[in-house]
T-cell receptor, first 112, second 114 residues
Framework: TQLLEQSPQFLSIQEGENLTVYCNSS?????LQWYRQEPGEGPVLLVT?????EVKKLKRLTFQFGDARKDSSLHITAAQPGDTGLYLC????????????FGQGTRLTINP | KAGVTQTPRYLIKTRGQQVTLSCSPI?????VSWYQQTPGQGLQFLFE???????NKGNFPGRFSGRQFSNSRSEMNVSTLELGDSALYLC?????????????FGPGTRLTVT
């Protein structure tokens, strides 16, 4: 059982469309991080959200942390082919053997 | 500031052999974590080292081991390789400063076991 569930697992859309990726859990996290990974590379940190209800924007990407700090969403406006990649959410825990737990990822493809 | 480096980038081994992977963290980062990434299982945590001590460990068999040196560089060893060990092995370093526990990943080592 995944501690963090991402949906959808795969998404293929046309350039210019909007999309939202979800990251859900029944656990509370002290922070929630989003990473993007491109083929042949390691994940790259995009953003960290810390406060319940927090919203952060990174150009066309909007990240939101749920009020109860159990879930998060990533919204992309007017998607571009350069947004293609594997998006991973990761929750930071205060306890447990693994301080940072990852979702299984959302593989996003933006078609020109 | 240079990023996380991993060597080698690609490796092909046969079943039963052992392998050692190397990771150099970002300068000043004292925490190094190792992950295994496969299409079916996603990103799985192996272990974390901090100041030459294993601080946390994931749910992997004892064939997977690691160590960290005084300069924070880390190595990961897998003994008696199995076909299922084929994966991308990622190393990540983390600062223990004011920032949250954010991971800075290297490009990974692609291990193929035949």
């Amino acid at each position: 059982t995944q501690l963090l569930e991402q949906s959808p697992q795969f998404l293929s859309i046309q350039e210019g469309e909007n999309l939202t990726v979800y990251c859900n859990s029944s656990s509370v996290f002290s922070s929630l991080q989003w990473y993007r990974q491109e083929p042949g590379e390691g994940p790259v940190l995009l953003v960290t959200v810390v406060t319940g209800g927090e919203v952060k924007k990174l150009k066309r990407l909007t990240f939101q942390f749920g009020d109860a700090r159990k879930d998060s969403s990533l919204h992309i406006t007017a998607a571009q082919p350069g947004d293609t990649g594997l998006y991973l959410c990761a929750g930071e825990r205060e306890w447990g053997a693994q301080k940072l737990v990852f979702g299984q990822g959302t593989r996003l493809t933006i078609n020109p | 500031k240079a990023g996380v480096t991993q060597t080698p980038r690609y490796l092909i081994k046969t079943r039963g052999q052992q392998v050692t992977l190397s990771c150099s963290p970002i300068s000043g980062h004292r925490s190094v974590s190792w992950y295994q990434q496969t299409p079916g299982q996603g990103l799985q945590f192996l272990f974390e080292y901090f100041s030459e001590t294993q601080r946390n460990k994931g749910n992997f068999p004892g064939r997977f081991s690691g160590r960290q040196f005084s300069n924070s560089r880390s190595e990961m060893n897998v003994s008696t390789l199995e076909l299922g060990d084929s994966a991308l092995y990622l190393c990540a370093s983390s600062s223990t400063g004011l920032n949250r526990y954010e991971q800075y990943f290297g490009p990974g080592t692609r291990l193929t076991v035949t």
